[in-house]
């Protein structure tokens, strides 16, 4: 992990208490959140991946505190904010913005793209009305959009245009960290591009961190510097890009990563496809020993008994949760070998 930490996130969970009916006996918490720790480092990009309810998003909220945590800590520059009150949060909440996935859903239609990109600045700071003005002039032409255009409302632009908005509206507070809830998958292809080019800039010209929940592996790839892989609200794999990308060591990582599509043509048709069976189980009725036994290809008894512990792999910090990781660790070392020849 970075020796700078702008975030640090330890043991954080969030369990849901679940309405009881009036005949039914007590039933579990949805346990969201299970224990996640990690760091963010400055001007660095950490990406939180996983399919659809394995935490991520639950995860971007706590750190928010739009949600509240179960338990755990949260500390944000040197300062711990995880009990922090809704007025002593405010001057940090201006430094940790998020941008949503749905850029229409997130923007106000009524509003004019002016507004919708002063209200932070409006709200949370002194700045006057003609300063606040000039920022979001200068916000806009930052973000790739024209200021002329700041008269105008959310449906008179494109969907791409729309999630510039939404960085725009982030981005004037000057903020230290973006927490990026799938920033990218309700676009086209072309214009992910496009967006990714412009947060990668920005991070370039600002020095901010990111968080950048995803499901598209393709793009945590790109932009990313390091990777925790979520299942069932636990981190199961986390490593720098190249230890994740080249050399996954969970079954769950080895499963996500062999759907995707390889871009060099020579490398088609030399990595197996490993479907993962079933949905992601229950979080209120978690299944006993590892919780990825149920679908894990690899899964032998002292998985269905045992939970594995997220541990170092290979000294250099790269952590798996498997009971067979130093396994894996040497068939990917082979495998690495082997087209070194
Ligand atoms: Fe699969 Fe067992 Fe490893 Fe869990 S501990 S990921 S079930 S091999």
Same mark, same amino acid.
């Given at each position: 992990?970075?020796?700078?930490?702008?975030?640090?996130?330890?043991?954080?969970?969030?369990?849901?208490?679940?309405?009881?009916?009036?005949?039914?006996?007590?039933?579990? =918490?949805? $346990?969201?959140?299970?224990?996640?720790?990690?760091?963010?480092?400055?001007?660095?990009?950490?990406?939180?991946?996983?399919?659809?309810?394995?935490?991520? &998003? *639950?995860?971007?909220?706590?750190?928010?505190?739009?949600?509240?945590?179960?338990?755990?800590?949260?500390?944000?520059?040197?300062?711990?904010? *995880?009990?922090?009150?809704?007025?002593?949060?405010? =001057? +940090?909440?201006?430094?940790?913005?998020?941008?949503?996935?749905?850029?229409?859903?997130?923007?106000?239609? $009524?509003?004019?793209?002016?507004?919708?990109?002063?209200? %932070?600045?409006?709200?949370?700071?002194?700045?006057?009305?003609?300063?606040? $003005?000039?920022?979001?002039?200068?916000? #806009?032409?930052? !973000?790739?959009?024209?200021?002329?255009?700041?008269?105008?409302?959310? /449906?008179?632009?494109?969907?791409?245009?729309?999630?510039?908005?939404?960085?725009?509206?982030?981005?004037?507070?000057?903020?230290?960290?973006?927490?990026?809830?799938?920033?990218?998958?309700?676009?086209? !292809?072309?214009?992910?591009?496009?967006?990714?080019?412009?947060?990668?800039?920005?991070?370039?010209?600002?020095?901010?961190?990111?968080?950048?929940?995803?499901?598209?592996?393709?793009?945590?790839?790109? +932009?990313?510097?390091?990777?925790?892989?979520? @299942?069932?609200?636990?981190?199961?794999?986390?490593? &720098?890009?190249?230890?994740? @990308?080249?050399?996954? *060591? /969970?079954? @769950? *990582?080895?499963?996500?990563?062999?759907?995707?599509?390889?871009?060099?043509?020579?490398?088609?048709? &030399?990595?197996?496809?490993? !479907?993962?069976?079933?949905?992601? %189980?229950?979080?209120?009725?978690?299944?006993?020993?590892?919780?990825?036994?149920?679908?894990? @290809?690899?899964?032998?008894?002292?998985?269905?008994?045992?939970? =594995?512990? #997220?541990?170092?792999?290979?000294?250099?910090?790269? #952590?798996?949760?498997? /009971?067979?990781?130093?396994? +894996?660790?040497?068939?990917?070392?082979?495998? &690495?070998?082997?087209?070194?020849?």
């Amino acid at each position: 992990m970075s020796n700078q930490a702008l975030l640090t996130v330890t043991d954080l969970e969030k369990h849901f208490e679940q309405s009881k009916g009036a005949f039914s006996g007590p039933s579990s =918490p949805i $346990r969201a959140v299970d224990g996640v720790s990690f760091e963010i480092g400055k001007s660095t990009t950490l990406g939180l991946v996983g399919e659809s309810g394995s935490g991520k &998003t *639950t995860t971007g909220r706590l750190i928010t505190r739009l949600l509240e945590p179960s338990a755990g800590s949260i500390v944000f520059d040197g300062a711990d904010i *995880t009990e922090l009150s809704r007025t002593e949060l405010r =001057p +940090i909440r201006r430094k940790m913005q998020i941008v949503f996935q749905d850029p229409f859903a997130s923007l106000d239609p $009524r509003m004019k793209v002016r507004q919708i990109v002063e209200e %932070p600045v409006r709200y949370s700071t002194d700045v006057g009305s003609n300063e606040r $003005r000039s920022r979001v002039m200068e916000t #806009l032409e930052v !973000v790739g959009l024209n200021p002329d255009h700041a008269e105008r409302y959310p /449906h008179e632009f494109s969907g791409g245009q729309r999630q510039r908005i939404g960085i725009a509206r982030a981005l004037i507070v000057r903020p230290d960290l973006l927490i990026l809830d799938e920033p990218v998958s309700a676009l086209d !292809v072309s214009i992910q591009a496009q967006i990714v080019n412009l947060l990668e800039d920005l991070q370039e010209e600002f020095g901010l961190s990111y968080l950048l929940i995803a499901h598209d592996l393709s793009v945590v790839r790109q +932009i990313c510097d390091e990777v925790a892989v979520m @299942y069932l609200g636990k981190i199961v794999e986390f490593g &720098t890009r190249d230890e994740v @990308y080249e050399s996954p *060591t /969970h079954p @769950y *990582t080895r499963a996500l990563l062999s759907a995707v599509p390889i871009s060099n043509p020579r490398l088609r048709g &030399t990595r197996d496809r490993i !479907v993962l069976k079933g949905d992601i %189980p229950d979080p209120a009725n978690k299944p006993s020993g590892c919780d990825f036994h149920t679908r894990c @290809y690899m899964a032998a008894d002292v998985c269905r008994s045992d939970p =594995p512990e #997220l541990e170092d792999s290979t000294s250099e910090g790269h #952590l798996v949760s498997c /009971h067979f990781a130093e396994t +894996i660790v040497k068939e990917n070392n082979q495998d &690495t070998k082997g087209k070194d020849k």
